[in-house]
Each structure stands twice: as C-alpha cells, then as structure tokens.
C-alpha cells in the first residue's frame, strides 16, 4: 500500500516515516513540466539520526549474524517491488522521463539482483588453513558495518539497489540518500522495504537530500564505516577528499565516456543498431552509453550515412507514449547545457546530425533530438569530457594500435566495444581497453552476476556479481595453536 502518496515524500529513520526537515518542494516531470508530488529536504542533523539508528541495529541487533534472515529479508523486498512493478515503472516514466520499456526493464532488473543477493547471502564462506599440524587460520568474512549509499538520479531503483542488495546481504546496516530529482520513486522503493516482515528497524535508513548538506554529513561521519557512491566523477573526488580524516572505504561508481570501436570487417548493420541504442537509450544519460565512435576510414563514409539515418529515424517522445523511441532529459537545465555543447561541437567539429529541442506539443518538456558530430582533436573537452545526454562524437582510425590509442586516450574506463568479426582481434582489443567492462559486438549488457567497475577516474571497486559484496565485508584472521595431542 502506499502510505504516504497524497503527503510529502518524507524521511525513513528507525522504521518510522519522519515528517521533519526543510519546507516541502515539488518534484516535476520533465516530458511535461507538470508537478507530481512533494517531498521533503533532509539536513544534517536527520542524517545524524539515521547514522545513529543505523549504527544501533548493527551494534546491538543479531542482523550482522543472521544470514538467513537477511536471504528471507531481500526475498521479501524482491517479491513486494515485483508486485507494485507497474505503479513503479509509470513512476520512472513520470518522474525520470524513461520510455516505459527502460522503465519496465529498470524494476525487472532490481527484482532480479535482489534476489541474486538474497542467495549470495547465504553463501559468504571464509577459507581454514593449517600452517603447521594443529596451527588453525580461520579468515573470516565479517560484515563492515553502517554502509551509506549514495545515489543519483538516472536510474534510482536499479543503482540504489546495486549497492543497497549486496549491503545488505553481506550483514551491514545502511542510510540511503537518494538524488534530489527522483523523491517519489525512491520513496516507493522503500516503501517496500519498510513492508518487510524480516527486516528488523534501523538496519534500512534513508534521508532526501539538501543540496549537499546530507551526503556530506553521510560523508564525515565517523559512525560511518562504507560509502558505496555512485554519480560524477567530480563528486566522488570530493568525497574521496571528504572521507580523508576518517580513513573510510569507499566504493566509487562514477563518470564514462565509453568507446565504441568499428573494425572494417565489421557488420555495419548490426554496429550502428547496437550503437544507436548504446548510446541513446536513457537519452544518453547513462554512464556507460556509448559517447565516441571510433570508425575505421575505410568504413568511415558508410557508417556515417547509416549512422546519421538512424540517429534521424529515432522518434522523441514522452515515455508514456509507446510510439517514442528516446525519453526525455532529466530537466530542461539540463537540455540548456547540451544545446550549449551542441553549438560548440559545431564549432570545434564538423555536424553531422544537429539535435534540437523539438517545436509544438514537446515544446514544454526536456526533450532534445540526437546529435551527431565528427571530429579530429582528442584533447577537445567533448572527447574528453562526460557529455551525458544524446551527443556523440565520430572519431577515425586507421589501424589497430590507432584505434586501442584513442579508446584508451580519456581518463574514463568504465566500458568500451568493440565490433569486429576476427576473434583474435576482439581478444587483443579487449585485452588493450582499459575499461571495467568491454562488449563484443554489442553494447549495453549488464548482468546482476557479472562484475562492472572502473578503471581510472570512473571509479574503485565493483559492483554486481560475488565480488559486489566485497565492499561490504571485512576479513578477518583468527589464530590458534591446538596442537594434535
Ligand atoms: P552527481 O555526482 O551530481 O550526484 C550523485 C549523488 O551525489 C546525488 O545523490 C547528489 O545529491 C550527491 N552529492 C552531490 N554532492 C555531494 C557531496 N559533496 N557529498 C556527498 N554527496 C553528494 O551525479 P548525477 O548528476 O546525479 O548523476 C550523473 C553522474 O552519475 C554521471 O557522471 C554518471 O556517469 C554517473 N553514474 C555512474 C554510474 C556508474 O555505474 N559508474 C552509474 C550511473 C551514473
């Protein structure tokens, strides 16, 4: 049931919905400009509230040790967001300006690695080891302790749970702060939480945002033992800096600018079908949507053509509508500051497609048509630099150790691909990238099993797969000398 749809979107601390903090503000949705719902601002002193009732659960309850009531617990989480699935997913559309099916694949998808975690929980193993005849190691995997998980905005249900499912698999307690943009979807999702029969009080918190007041107090906090992170690169600096002083660790899922690179033996057809939807789905606003086409010269002409055509035929639309093909941005600040590096990427390049904010009835919602543009500088900051929306540059190459250069030339590494039909080269390109996560001959596959991650300045440690829960556990020795007599 949901409790709270006709107030404001409120805080969750100790398994109560607390109604305090700053004045109520409206959320929006950015296909029409209309307002949704409210929500309320947190501040510091609320996420100290949290912290503490965080820190409560892991110190005093048995949840750090029962791990078949965390597996029960995530089941239960998993089977209540499967059921509000569709209330959630028309959520996504109305609030985050997805296309139904990115919505719908969204919640499918946080179900799934719910429920991936929910049976990794149960299978946390340490190792024994005997140096000496009755000198018995025991490493032990302990939970970490008050994990705060901070996310963004582009995927609420799917990268709050990425974080959240392993944390709680592994035996820690948790404060959330979700993104600014995205109050009442997130406040669904812990609804569900809060439903759950197995989840005992405190070891869930969440807080909404204040500009920055409360992942900044998350941040400092001594109480605090993880921060699992996951938004810019120029944010995770700051709280890489933030958590100094408290020596925490952190899991850092940040910023890309992910290479995609056409071999001339390539299957033209099946690179620029992969390709316009790696790098338009979300419209582009997504951390591993693929930003730079490296296209070999030989082929160069006809994947522009086929390229620019396709990028054309996509039909932008609000989500709602089953006929669109390319959601809206977040909000039309956003759409303002593309326009802006659309103008200069007509500068600095040559268009091939130009984007514009579609006339008459889009008029009033965040909504920008594909662009496509060429260009030669590797230094110019839209090679360079996360542009995050439906812009992508075409980059030439002319052999191989060419193509591996420019791919690898951004201090990104979060995912790359690679089209070619010659196997041997596919493994000595994917070998070369340096990228958490390479595709072959596709674009945009992620699985709850396999690990993502980045290399360089997108990030540290990994989620999804066994070794998500890492970041959430500790290992610990313990020595004793029984002797065998
Ligand atoms: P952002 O860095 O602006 O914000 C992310 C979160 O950090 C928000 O909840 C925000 O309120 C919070 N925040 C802002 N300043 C903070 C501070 N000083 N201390 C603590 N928390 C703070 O990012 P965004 O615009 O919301 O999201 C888009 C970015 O996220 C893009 O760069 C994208 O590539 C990245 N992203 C990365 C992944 C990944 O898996 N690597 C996935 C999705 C998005």
């Not at 032990?140 to 249900?157: D, Y």
């Not at 943009?181 to 405190?202: D, F, K, M, N, Y």
């Not at 290479?259 to 001339?264: E, G, K, N, T, Y």
């Given at each position: 049931m949901n409790i709270a749809a006709n107030t404001p979107a409120g805080h969750f601390i100790a398994g109560e919905w607390i109604t305090g903090g700053g004045k109520p503000r409206q959320s929006f949705d950015p296909a029409t400009g209309e307002a949704l719902g409210g929500w309320l601002p947190g501040s510091a002193e609320l996420a100290g509230q949290a912290i503490a009732a965080?820190?409560?659960?892991?110190?005093?309850?048995?949840?750090?040790?029962?791990?078949?009531?965390?597996?029960?617990?995530?089941?239960?989480?998993?089977?209540?967001?499967?059921?509000?699935?569709?209330?959630?997913?028309?959520?996504?559309?109305?609030?985050?300006?997805?296309?139904?099916?990115?919505?719908?694949?969204?919640?499918?998808?946080?179900?799934?690695?719910?429920?991936?975690?929910?049976?990794?929980?149960?299978?946390?193993?340490?190792?024994?080891?005997?140096?000496?005849?009755?000198?018995?190691?025991?490493?032990?995997?302990?939970?970490?302790?008050?994990?705060?998980?901070?996310?963004?905005?582009?995927?609420?249900?799917?990268?709050?749970?990425?974080?959240?499912?392993?944390?709680?698999?592994?035996?820690?307690?948790?404060?959330?702060?979700?993104?600014?943009?995205?109050?009442?979807?997130?406040?669904?999702?812990?609804?569900?939480?809060?439903?759950?029969?197995?989840?005992?009080?405190?070891?869930?918190?969440?807080?909404?945002?204040?500009?920055?007041?409360?992942?900044?107090?998350?941040?400092?906090?001594?109480?605090?033992?993880?921060?699992?992170?996951?938004?810019?690169?120029?944010?995770?600096?700051?709280?890489?800096?933030?958590?100094?002083?408290?020596?925490?660790?952190?899991?850092?899922?940040?910023?890309?600018?992910?290479?995609?690179?056409?071999?001339?033996?390539?299957?033209?057809?099946?690179?620029?079908?992969?390709?316009?939807?790696?790098?338009?789905?979300?419209?582009?606003?997504?951390?591993?949507?693929?930003?730079?086409f490296l296209v070999h010269e030989k082929v160069l002409p006809e994947f522009r053509e086929k390229a620019k055509a396709a990028f054309a035929s996509v039909r932008v639309g609000p989500g709602a509508d089953r006929q669109s093909q390319m959601g809206s941005l977040i909000d039309v600040e956003n759409r303002s500051r593309l326009e802006r590096l659309i103008e200069q990427a007509g500068d600095e390049g040559s268009m091939v497609l130009k984007g514009e904010a579609p006339a008459g009835v889009l008029a009033k919602g965040a909504f920008l048509t594909p662009t496509l543009f060429e260009i030669g500088d590797l230094r110019s900051g839209l090679v360079q630099e996360e542009l995050f929306g439906p812009i992508v540059s075409l980059e030439s190459f002319a052999d191989e150790a060419e193509a591996v250069h420019k791919a690898n030339a951004t201090r990104y590494g979060l995912a790359a691909s690679v089209f070619t039909r010659d196997l041997a080269r596919a493994t000595r390109v994917s070998r070369a990238i340096r990228a958490g996560t390479v595709w072959l001959n596709c674009h945009t596959r992620l699985l709850a099993e396999a690990e993502t991650g980045g290399y360089r300045q997108s990030g540290l440690g990994r989620l999804h797969g066994a070794e998500g829960l890492n970041d959430f556990l500790e290992t610990k020795h313990v020595y004793f000398e029984a002797g065998v007599v």
């Open positions: 965080a820190r409560s659960a892991f110190d005093r309850s048995a949840w750090p040790a029962s791990p078949r009531q965390r597996a029960q617990a995530l089941f239960e989480f998993a089977d209540r967001l499967e059921a509000r699935k569709d209330e959630l997913g028309a959520l996504i559309v109305a609030e985050n300006g997805k296309l139904q099916a990115e919505a719908a694949g969204e919640v499918a998808g946080a179900v799934s690695e719910i429920r991936y975690y929910a049976g990794l929980a149960r299978n946390i193993t340490g190792r024994t080891l005997e140096t000496a005849p009755g000198n018995v190691s025991l490493l032990n995997r302990e939970p970490a302790g008050v994990a705060a998980i901070i996310v963004p905005w582009n995927a609420p249900v799917t990268l709050l749970v990425r974080s959240l499912a392993p944390a709680l698999a592994a035996g820690c307690t948790a404060v959330i702060k979700p993104a600014e943009q995205t109050p009442l979807i997130h406040r669904a999702v812990i609804e569900c939480l809060a439903g759950c029969p197995s989840l005992p009080a405190g070891v869930v918190n969440s807080v909404n945002e204040n500009g920055s007041a409360v992942g900044e107090a998350l941040v400092v906090s001594p109480d605090v033992d993880v921060v699992s992170f996951t938004g810019s690169s120029r944010t995770g600096r700051l709280i890489m800096a933030a958590a100094a002083p408290t020596l925490k660790r952190l899991s850092l899922e940040l910023g890309g600018k992910a290479p995609a690179i056409v071999f001339d033996d390539a299957d033209l057809e099946t690179a620029v079908r992969e390709l316009t939807r790696g790098a338009l789905v979300m419209a582009g606003q997504i951390c591993i949507a693929a930003a730079r």
